[in-house]
């Protein structure tokens, strides 16, 4: 009976966000070359940690039904291993721009590694390797080659024990902000007809309540609103916000961040003209009669709104960075070191998140 009770709120859910209230916004504000309908920009995939699972997924996007040209970023002699290694029979070629490839072959930018890898074992020698994949990425789009970028998962804390810098790595999100120059982004995952983007992310929950500022709320919520109109084109977004304590704070009594953070920064977006409700209570706000007409969730942190989304989509969920000036989506989950090279990862997501870079990048040409 749990089983079904569950689908059937999934179903809701999903045809209550799946709706469109308004045609496309024009003109949007960020960068994307604009290409004819019939050749458009490449899709660039990063392939991650090259001892992870990334390579493993990467493999099996010739197999299927893309809706543009994707191009893996990545070391060719390390693909072929696993393809070796995992029994595929995947046709892998270098990436050459005025040529168009054979069917069924995945075309590769070549990226040597720093150091030999094997399946399940990280190296941090290869840290520098997995941050010139995103490198390229990035110089691609903004040169104009790519119309997007997808990637697949790195390990952070592999690049933190190389000391590459005197900076934690916090992860991809960050990275590509601060290569964009972008003062905040803001992760939003999507997936199981929810699309939840958070206030917080990586940190550890006691330096959370300190994190949730009035210009954390406000700055957070414009770029979640912008995004939803540029980039996905919904003329007016609704936004529902999840309270940091239960209930939402119980009036004071279980916590003031909602008095005295999140509610006067709701009344300044209301009046900016942003469609943002609550704060609700984290336990039931993602209940169908809730989210009925509802775009997006805006959650306090990680584990406040993540875990629902991925129970509704794991595996098939779409990371995506809002506030950059370029597309970029990304998988749903790690580097599962422990499934490498054994012909059990699944590439759902993978596959998800280049559809939805495609979609995102047609939105913008």
């Known amino acids: 009976a749990f089983f079904s009770f569950q689908a059937a709120c999934a179903a809701a859910a999903g045809k209550a966000l799946a709706r469109r209230r308004a045609a496309p916004v024009s003109s949007p504000p960020f960068f994307c070359v604009s290409r004819p309908a019939m050749n458009p920009l490449p899709l660039a995939v990063t392939s991650g940690e090259p001892a992870g699972i990334g390579p493993d997924i990467c493999l099996n996007l010739p197999a299927a039904a893309l809706p543009r040209r994707t191009v893996v970023l990545g070391d060719i002699g390390l693909l072929r291993q696993r393809a070796e290694q995992l029994g595929k029979n995947v046709a892998i070629a270098d990436y050459h721009p005025e040529h168009s490839p054979e069917s069924g072959t995945l075309e590769v930018l070549h990226i040597p590694l720093r150091a030999p890898c094997r399946a399940g074992e990280a190296d941090p020698a290869n840290a520098a390797y997995v941050l010139e994949l995103l490198d390229t990425a990035h110089a691609g789009i903004a040169a104009g080659r790519f119309a997007a970028m997808v990637t697949a998962p790195l390990h952070k804390g592999v690049i933190n024990d190389a000391r590459l810098s005197g900076c934690l790595f916090q992860g991809h999100t ?3 902000a601060a290569k964009a120059g972008a003062k905040r982004v803001v992760m939003m995952l999507a997936g199981g007809g929810l699309r939840v983007a958070l206030l917080t992310t990586h ?4 330096d959370v309540p300190a994190a949730i500022t009035g210009d954390t709320v406000l700055e957070t919520a414009r770029i979640l609103h912008h995004d939803l109109r540029h980039k996905f084109a919904i003329a007016q977004p609704r936004i529902l916000l999840a309270g940091l304590n239960p209930h939402a704070g119980e009036g004071g009594h279980l916590g003031r961040e909602e008095i005295d953070v999140m509610i006067p920064a709701l009344h300044q977006l209301q009046s900016e003209g942003i469609d943002i409700r609550g704060p609700y209570p984290a336990d039931t ?21 993540l875990p629902v989304l991925k129970y509704a989509s794991f595996g098939e969920g779409v990371n995506i960075t809002l506030g950059l000036p370029f597309i970029r989506t990304s998988v749903d989950h790690g580097t599962a070191l422990d499934l490498a090279g054994s012909g059990r990862a699944r590439s759902g997501s993978l596959l998800e998140a280049v559809r939805l870079a495609h979609e995102l990048a047609g939105k913008a040409a």
């Open 174 to 176: 960050e990275y590509l």
């Open 203 to 206: 940190l550890p929950l006691k």
């Open 285 to 305: 706000l993602f209940q169908p009669f809730m989210l009925e007409g509802a775009d997006a969730v805006l959650a306090a942190y990680h584990d406040q709104g």
